[in-house]
């Protein structure tokens, strides 16, 4: 089993839709947990961390589940410069985890 | 302006020659790493550093070394044993411990041996 698991989609969604993606993770002792977002052919950066009580910015919302040990990202209103691979990190004792990454793309 | 800088921006090498790549940051942080990513997967560690003149195996450290000389910098060398060099790599730093954790990546380079 893959320490941190994502939909690899890819996710295809018309402009202003909702769209969701879901993480797991298996060491239930990780510390921190984040989603990175990483464009066509450039580095990760990162877009928010993720906590239990959950987190909003702007148009995007995170939540952890830690009994669970599963992570979502939930994006409202989707514009076309949202199209990127979203990579779900975890942070293992400093040394960070990361998922394969869930393209979307975003249709006008 | 701080930051991480690695070059060159793409680099082409024949198969069983040894490759350094360069990582350069001006931000200070003691922890450096280094990964891997190949199309469609997430990155996979390959050594770190949490402080000059240390550093460690991550997760596929076979065919690669590194060095810790400089704070600031931290080279990585693909060696021909290295089976598959072929991808793109990735620097990052960090301050250890720091709250909330972050890692700071650089633009990558990307490898093609043939």
């Known amino acids: 089993r893959k320490e941190v698991e994502q939909d690899p989609g890819p996710f295809n969604v018309p402009e202003g839709a909702t769209v969701a993606f879901n993480c797991t993770y298996s060491n239930s002792a990780s510390q921190s947990f984040f989603w990175y977002r990483q464009d066509c052919r450039k580095e990760p950066k990162l877009l928010m961390s993720v906590y239990s009580s959950g987190n909003e910015d702007g148009r995007f919302t995170a939540q952890l589940n830690r009994a669970s040990q ?32 869930t393209r979307l793309t975003i249709n006008p | 302006d701080g930051g991480i800088t690695q070059s060159p921006k793409y680099l082409f090498r024949k198969e069983g020659q040894n490759v350094t790549l360069s990582c350069e940051q001006n931000l200070n942080h003691d922890a450096m790493y280094w990964y891997r990513q190949d199309p469609g997967q997430g990155l996979r560690l390959i050594y770190y ?4 003149n240390d550093f460690q195996k991550g997760d596929i450290a076979e065919g690669y070394s590194v060095s810790r000389e400089k704070k600031e910098s931290f080279p990585l060398t693909v060696t021909s044993a290295q089976k598959n060099p072929t991808a793109f790599y990735l620097c990052a ?18 490898l093609t041996v043939t």
């Open chain 1, 70 to 101: 599963y992570i979502s990202l939930l994006i409202r209103d989707s514009k076309l410069s949202d199209s990127a691979t979203y990579l779900c990190v975890v942070n293992n004792q400093q040394k960070l985890v990361f998922g394969q990454g």
């Open chain 2, 93 to 110: 730093s960090s301050i250890p411990a720091s709250n909330p954790y972050e890692q700071y990546f650089g633009p990558g380079t990307r």
């Open chain 2, 49 to 52: 550093s949490q402080i000059v």
